[in-house]
Nanobody, 124 residues
Framework: QVQVVESGGGSVQAGGSLKLSCAAS????????MAWYRQPPGKERELVSS???????AYADSVKGRFTISQDKDKNTLYLEMNILKTEDTAMYYC??????????????????WGQGTQVTVSS
């Protein structure tokens, strides 16, 4: 079991910045990746950014160049630094932890643990 708790959301004007944090606890050695997802009002949840065990990162096209994912392994904390925020970034942001799951003949790194979310609201 892995527990994740997000913090750092809030309201900001377009062009501003916010930094989200995600504190992880539990069986952290089993975690193969972590990610930030978001769910805008009335839309489906989407992947914003992810980071692998060795630090490889990926970003949604909509946030490339504006958002930066990072982690502090000593503090067991994941971060998402968001700059040049746009109104379309308004969403509930979720932290997720992935663990290896045995599927037929292979291990898959799957997102199994989710936080409660933190709201980010960007106004024009």
């Amino acid at each position: 079991q892995v527990q994740v708790v997000e913090s750092g959301g809030g309201s900001v004007q377009a062009g501003g910045s916010l930094k989200l944090s995600c504190a992880a606890s539990g069986q952290r050695l089993s975690v193969c990746a972590m990610a930030w997802y978001r769910q805008p009002p009335g839309k489906e949840r989407e992947l914003v950014s992810s980071i692998g065990r060795v630090g490889s990162t990926a970003y949604a096209d909509s946030v490339k160049g504006r958002f930066t994912i990072s982690q502090d392994k000593d503090k067991n904390t994941l971060y998402l630094e968001m700059n040049i925020l746009k109104t379309e970034d308004t969403a509930m942001y979720y932290c997720a932890a992935a663990v290896n799951v045995w599927r037929v003949y292979t291990w898959n790194c799957e997102y199994k643990y989710w936080g409660q979310g933190t709201q980010v609201t960007v106004s024009s």
